[in-house]
């Protein structure tokens, strides 16, 4: 076989299938190859028309079309048949050549991937994709880690398929090594388990306080699109909130099943977050919301626990201009929740990048996320804007503009939380965005107490305020106070 090919995809379920056809519309020649050889057979039999493809029938058949230095992405069930699929090419590839994942693996998976690959002089890309099966095909957020030298080889070719930015910028770049970039994929997951808690938040208070309906609730949606919170999951919601079960003719919303699923990368978030001492409760609310809403046992055990006054029966209906005006104050709790998540993620990257020593550029993942992700928003350019000012920024909260958007939210927020605790609507992104707030802006916290119980029960003890050193009080005996350290 001829060395034609630009890249290889290997793996052609969805993702794989549309990220190959992505290649070839851009102008690459792509070997194709998967382990069922009928989905290659597909591939080009309903889209051979749109570009160069080649197609293979065995590894060494896919390895040989390639052109050196060799680029193959790997676009296979994400774990064991990752592993399986890298060991084999890696047999077949050449001092230089690139192996590039492309699923969704755990950091850690890819850094021992890339140092294993790494010591027999092959580079090992592991990259996040983020935009789905329409993003793979028509342009998604990438997120490739790796050394700068695989990099220099196979960025250009990311940059043809990538997003483009409302700049124009291609929604990619090189984020540091080995792990960086699936380091850099869970957080963005993370964030979007976050962002979709607090939006559904305010669609169950839209709906269980001001009693608006799904399609009345999408019309909300929709305008607040076109503000600040301008996003693909605000888009994405008034969608589903317009769209009518044909079976039944009732809201689709009614009639999907309320336990949200997940395939884990959030929970890798929280975990992740725990390991390196970040808070990062807004995702940690985000993944504990989705899996108490799975709890059936314990939710029937509870279903008749009593609730607020307020709550009992269907909630009453608003009137028109109550209801907007109640929709307004939603808005400011949702995008101050909203504020306040993105900035528990930044902190999770910096953390990471710290830990890793990656150097992420925080103002890159920002401008990377513009489009083609899952979160793309407007707000990502301010983010960007901000992180690239001050790459030093302690919080994206002490951002001078995010600030005083949250000065000025004070009374919608607190006053959203407030109505949700009154009619008995779960909040938890809302109200724990809140209270992660509040936490930071503290003189002075009640983890003082904290320290002096840790101290009483287990000798643990403290340190003082006024003085150096460390201490602990004889609480069984006369309290003196001893120095410890
Ligand atoms: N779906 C999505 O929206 C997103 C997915 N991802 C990630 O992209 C990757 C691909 O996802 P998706 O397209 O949904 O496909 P799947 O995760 O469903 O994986 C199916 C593909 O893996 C191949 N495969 C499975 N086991 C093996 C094995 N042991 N050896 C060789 N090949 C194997 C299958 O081959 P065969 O046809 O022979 O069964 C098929 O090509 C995953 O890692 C996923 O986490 C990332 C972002 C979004
Ligand atoms: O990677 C993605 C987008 O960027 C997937 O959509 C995401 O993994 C979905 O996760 P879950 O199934 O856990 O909700």
Redesign the pocket.
């Known amino acids: 076989m001829t060395a034609t090919a630009q890249i290889g995809v290997t793996?052609?379920?969805?993702?794989?299938r549309n990220l190959a056809r992505n290649f070839a519309r851009s102008g690459c020649t792509v070997a194709l190859h998967?382990?069922?050889e009928a989905?290659t057979r597909d591939l080009v039999d309903a889209f051979g028309h749109e570009g160069t493809f080649v197609p293979t029938r065995s590894p060494e058949e896919f390895v040989a079309a390639l052109q050196p230095p060799r680029c193959l992405v790997v676009?296979?069930?994400?774990g064991?048949?990752?592993d399986?699929?890298i060991e084999q090419f890696a047999q077949l590839v050449e001092v230089g050549d690139v192996i590039v994942d492309?699923?969704?693996?755990h950091f850690e998976d890819t850094r021992r991937r890339e140092a294993a690959l790494r010591e027999r002089g092959v580079h090992f890309v592991g990259t996040g994709?983020?935009g789905?099966?329409e993003g793979a095909l028509l342009g998604p957020s990438i997120m490739p880690g790796g050394s700068a030298e695989a990099y220099r080889s196979l960025g250009p070719l990311l940059e043809r398929i990538a997003a483009r930015a409302p700049d124009g910028a291609p929604c990619t770049t090189h984020l540091g090594t080995d792990g960086a970039g699936h380091f850099v994929k869970m957080v963005h997951n993370g964030i979007e388990y976050a962002d979709m808690q607090l939006i559904a938040e305010a669609y169950d208070l839209l709906r269980g306080v001001a009693g608006l309906e799904p399609a009345e609730i999408a019309e909300v949606f929709r305008r607040w699109n076109t503000g600040r919170l301008d996003s693909y999951l605000i888009e994405i919601t008034a969608e589903v909130l317009t769209h009518t079960d044909a079976r039944t003719g009732r809201p689709f919303v009614d009639v999907v099943a309320d336990r949200a699923e997940q395939?884990g990368t959030g929970r890798w978030t929280v975990q992740t977050a725990l390991d390196l001492g970040v808070p990062v409760p807004g995702i940690a609310q985000a993944v504990f919301a989705r899996s108490q809403s799975g709890h059936a046992r314990l939710r029937r055990a509870a279903e008749s626990l009593p609730g607020p006054e307020t709550a009992e029966g269907a909630p009453s209906r608003m009137a028109a201009d109550e209801a907007e005006r109640f929709a307004a104050q939603v808005e400011q709790c949702l995008y101050a929740s909203k504020v306040v998540s993105y900035a528990q993620g930044w902190d999770m990257l910096r953390a990471g990048s710290e830990a890793y020593d990656w150097g992420i550029d925080l103002g890159s993942v920002a401008a990377i996320w513009r489009a083609g992700c899952i979160i793309r928003a407007a707000f990502l350019d301010r983010i960007r804007g901000a992180f690239t000012e001050r790459p030093a920024l302690p919080t994206l909260l002490a951002d001078p503009q995010f600030a005083q958007e949250l000065g000025e939210a004070q009374d919608a927020w607190r006053g959203t939380v407030a109505a949700a605790a009154r009619h008995g609507v779960p909040a938890p992104g809302m109200s724990g965005a809140l209270a992660y707030y509040d936490g930071l802006r503290a003189a002075r916290l009640p983890a003082a107490l904290t320290q002096a119980q840790r101290d009483y029960f287990g000798a643990h003890t403290y340190r003082r305020d006024d003085l150096e050193g460390t201490f602990h009080t004889q609480w069984g005996g006369d309290r003196t106070e001893d120095r410890t350290d």
């Open positions: 793996g052609l379920a969805v993702m794989g998967n382990r069922t989905r676009m296979v069930k994400a064991g048949p990752t399986a699929v492309g699923g969704n693996a994709i983020s789905g099966e395939k």
